[in-house]
């Protein structure tokens, strides 16, 4: 016949099962923050990848027609180039905390969840 466990080895028997679900609800609390950061991001980058799409063809043909107007079509082409290297001057200089600001909040609560 088996003796009957004693207290100590069920309260390590107790504390090995407590160790393991903790580790398991760790790992499903990280999985839940990942999928969450994650499905956000591609819902974002989607909208992204549509709105460039709308401002590359919005471009060629603003381009295309001042480039009508001055007389050579690559006269557009500059005009507008050059609108953008202001731009991204102005934006390399100003507008980082702008930009790094909205990232960062939109991963931080994620993960303190």
């Known amino acids: 016949m088996e003796e009957p466990a004693s ?24 999985l839940d923050t990942f999928s969450s950061i994650l499905t956000s991001l591609v819902a974002r ?5 549509m709105f460039s799409l709308f401002v590359i063809v919005l471009n060629i ?5 001042l480039g009508e107007w001055l007389g050579k079509t ?3 082409f500059f005009i507008v180039a ?9 934006s390399h200089f100003f507008l980082h905390k ?15 969840q």
């Open 7 to 30: 207290a100590t080895e069920l309260l390590f028997e107790r504390i090995e099962a407590y160790g393991k679900t903790t580790i398991e609800l760790t790992k499903l609390r990280a």
């Open 45 to 49: 980058l989607s909208v992204i990848v």
């Open 61 to 65: 043909g603003v381009a295309l027609m």
């Open 74 to 76: 690559y006269y557009g």
């Open 82 to 90: 050059g609108f953008y290297l202001v731009i991204g001057i102005v």
């Open 98 to 112: 702008w930009i790094k600001a909205p990232v960062s909040n939109l991963i931080i609560p994620h993960s303190l």
